[in-house]
């Protein structure tokens, strides 16, 4: 099975919808531990890749991420907004082929969060979205590399990154700045872990449907 960027003007509107439904959450967690603006950053972010979606649909796949990446990069803020900038332009460097199989993805994706584990110069386990980000690029790699079925894979996926959002709960942060809480961070979400796992488990839900039966 290849994916085209077809997809994705469907994916960010849906995207856009999810995050909608998940505000307050998501700025509950940010006040406990951050200073509260995470969901507004990025719904800046999300609402830049609404107004760019329908000419983000005509590119290429490294061209459509590089455009992705820049947008998040000017429209977002925040120190999530230059991560997930650094995250999809390092994946369009990644990205070489105009249709994506999944063994494609999963080493293009995984290129992806190493850009993002140097730019915020975090690993896992550190209370960060990459606590999300690092199981699933595992889970895909394990995926493209046995002969499991899509929805298996998309399977992995989801409960990879709910178990990933979760561990944050029990973490000590040591970067962003629930790290000034030290041992007060613990107990509560980050809320960069829950935005990305709600982002990612959107993507899974949407692409599932879409399997044959
Ligand atoms: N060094 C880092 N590496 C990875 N993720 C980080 C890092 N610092 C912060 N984050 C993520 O960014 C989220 C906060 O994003 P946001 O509120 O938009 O930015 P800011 O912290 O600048 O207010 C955190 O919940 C965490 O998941
Ligand atoms: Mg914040």
């Known amino acids: 099975m290849k994916f085209t960027p077809s997809l994705l003007r469907n994916l960010i509107q849906l995207i856009a919808n999810e995050l ?49 990446g820049m947008t998040l990069m000017t429209a977002m803020g925040g120190a999530s907004g230059s991560l997930y900038g650094t995250l999809f332009i390092a994946m369009s460097k990644a990205t070489k082929q105009s249709e994506l199989t999944l063994p494609d993805f999963a080493e293009i994706f995984s290129e992806g969060v190493q850009a993002v584990k140097q730019r915020g110069k975090a690993e896992a386990g550190e209370k960060t979205m990459l606590d999300v980000l690092i199981p699933v690029a595992e889970s895909l790699r394990t995926s493209a590399s046995s002969n499991i079925k899509l929805t298996e894979v998309l399977n992995d996926v989801s409960r990879v990154a709910i178990a990933g959002m979760e561990s944050t709960r029990d973490m000590v942060a040591t970067k962003g700045r629930a790290s000034f809480l030290e041992e007060r961070s613990r107990g509560h979400i980050d809320p960069g872990a829950r935005t990305c796992q709600l982002i990612i488990c959107v993507i899974v839900n949407k692409l599932a449907a879409q399997l044959p039966a």
């Open 20 to 68: 909608a439904q998940n505000t307050e959450e998501v700025a509950a967690l940010d006040q406990a531990i951050g200073d509260g603006d995470h969901m507004v950053n990025l719904q800046r972010g999300i609402n830049g890749l609404l107004a760019e979606s329908a000419g983000i649909t005509q590119l290429d796949w490294a061209a459509a991420f590089k455009k992705i």
